[in-house]
């Protein structure tokens, strides 16, 4: 299953990404493949997940977060409904 998923960096920034795999993505351990883009910034928190049938989807979901300002991606990590521990 694809998920659009938003994590803080140890620096407090927030990333958006698309995966198929989201314990490769988080690159978990010493495990290669994990975010490129926040190497630098580990460890990282995953904050947010919403899950997707399809990949284009997901896709789509994370360009519309990635464009959005730093406090509308704190909002919806405070009351979206792909929350972490929130049930579904």
Not at 36 to 49: D, F, H, K, Q, S
Request: charged fraction near 25%; charge should be neutral.
């Amino acid at each position: 299953m694809p998920y659009m998923y938003i994590v803080r960096c140890t620096d407090g920034s927030l990333v958006t990404g698309t995966t198929w795999n989201l314990s490769v993505q988080m690159g978990a351990g010493d495990c290669p493949g994990g975010i490129t883009r926040t190497a630098w910034r580990r460890p990282v928190e995953l904050v947010y997940v919403e899950p997707f049938d399809r990949l284009d989807e997901a896709f789509y979901r994370e360009r519309e977060v990635h464009g959005w300002d730093r406090s509308r991606k704190i909002r919806l990590i405070a009351e979206g409904p792909g929350r972490l521990g929130q049930p579904e």
